[in-house]
């Protein structure tokens, strides 16, 4: 009796300790995902910055890191390539050539 209820201790915590191994491979696993991402999202946001920045020159841009559409009335909606996708729309003053960022915004396909 004492042999079966040592056993089975000893059962529960093999399976407590394959269970805490799982629970830590899936938080390293988020840990590392969510770190990638980041990055991601922070590279695709410098694009965006760098195609915000030289809107007033649109031949000195490099075409392959973002695409950019006319809104009209000197609004530009520039779209990053790269995931995860990102739009903005800023305003460029004519006189000043100053690009003003009026909102931004993750697109979801």
Known sequence: MIIAWVLSLLTLLSMLVIQLERLAALEVMSINTYAESQKEFIAAE????ECERHIS???ALDS?????QSAGKNLW???SKSK???EILIFLDDQTRIATRLNWRQKFE
């Open 64 to 68: 392959s890191t973002c695409s950019i």
């Open 84 to 86: 995860p996708s990102l």
């Open 46 to 49: 410098q694009s965006l910055s």
């Open 57 to 59: 020159n649109l031949d």
């Open 77 to 79: 909606l520039i779209s």
